[in-house]
């Protein structure tokens, strides 16, 4: 099967009450399930690139044997009108574990989970992985790309006065430069939403200096942490690379990947390609078992 022939369903489920939409392509006999969550002010349709089918993960996925679920994550799409039902992070995580086990119902799972996140998305995917819940529901990897733990120079100002609705002078060219990495139909907002969730004014501020390296240390499955090469929101030299890689001490298996010709928007670049293969990879490694030893690895 090419991507071309992959079909992506909408899908709207009810969660404790609050609906909860998001996108599915399916596999006819999945080896494992990427759960995939996008980031702020955007939607589940960050994952399936207008026009290039080649380089949606919700195409690439189940060509290559995968089904993929891309969640719009809590305080988006069907959800946006519960606000208050998102600000406690033990909230959002049932939500998406309630969404994912709806969406899937009965069907295969193969070998398990894997949650892949980017940039905001990759709090909702550390809270999952690293939460009680990640053994019963067979997690088994984690992938993250658009993250840090110290924010770049260029992007503190603009960071410091983001809110749920507004988006300060700037704050594009952080996360849509070089404007040549992704395709012009991208550059034209079709795959943003209007607003983010008002939770995230929180997460923002919180994630990199208290959350992300609470909740790392409690992530044991393998993790592979994707750098895109223009990357302007975080830091990305040396000493930041590695003080990413020494948080995840339970972790199995770290592999750190380089992503050429990319900007902060990995999955909507024209080297999303290359990037889904880089994941998609790293989850046969872990549907093989692949990272029962603990190591380190970079790209």
């Known amino acids: 099967m090419s991507e071309r022939g992959v079909t992506v369903r909408p899908r709207v489920v009810l969660v404790d ?3 909860m939409s998001g996108l599915v392509a ?32 919700l195409r690439t996925g189940p060509a290559h044997g995968l089904t993929v679920v891309a969640l719009d994550r809590p305080g988006y799409g069907s959800s946006a009108p519960y606000p208050d039902a998102m600000h406690d992070p033990d909230q959002r995580v049932a939500l998406a574990f309630g969404a994912l086990d709806k969406v899937l119902g009965e069907k295969s799972r193969g070998a ?37 733990l110290r924010y770049a120079d260029a992007a503190i100002d603009i960071i410091k006065t983001t809110t749920a609705t507004k988006r300060p002078v700037g704050l594009r060219d952080l996360l849509w430069q ?100 880089k994941v998609l990879s790293f989850v046969g490694d872990c549907v093989r078992g692949q990272g029962a030893q603990l190591t380190v690895e970079a790209d």
């Open 112 to 148: 398990g989970v894997f949650l892949l996140g980017h940039s905001a998305g990759c709090e909702l995917a550390v809270r999952m992985a690293a939460g009680d819940r990640a053994a019963d529901a067979g997690v088994l990897g984690l992938a993250l790309a658009g993250t840090g």
């Open 178 to 277: 070089p404007a040549e990495l992704y395709p012009p139909e991208v550059l034209s907002g079709i795959t943003n939403s209007s607003t983010g969730a008002p939770y995230e004014t929180e997460v923002t501020k919180n994630w990199p200096r208290r959350d992300f390296p609470a909740l790392a240390p409690k992530v044991q499955v393998p993790v592979q942490f994707t750098i895109a090469e223009h990357e302007r929101v975080w830091r990305t030299d040396p000493e930041a690379r590695a003080d990413i890689a020494a948080l995840f001490t339970a972790a199995p298996r770290f592999v750190l990947e380089d992503q050429p010709n990319a900007g902060h928007n990995l999955s909507l670049s024209l080297a999303a390609a290359d990037y889904h293969r």
């Open 26 to 57: 399916e596999a006819e006999q999945p080896t494992a399930v990427v759960v995939a969550f996008h980031g702020g002010a955007s939607t589940a349709a960050y994952f399936d690139c207008p026009g290039h089918p080649q380089l949606s993960l």
């Open 17 to 19: 009450g609050v609906p």
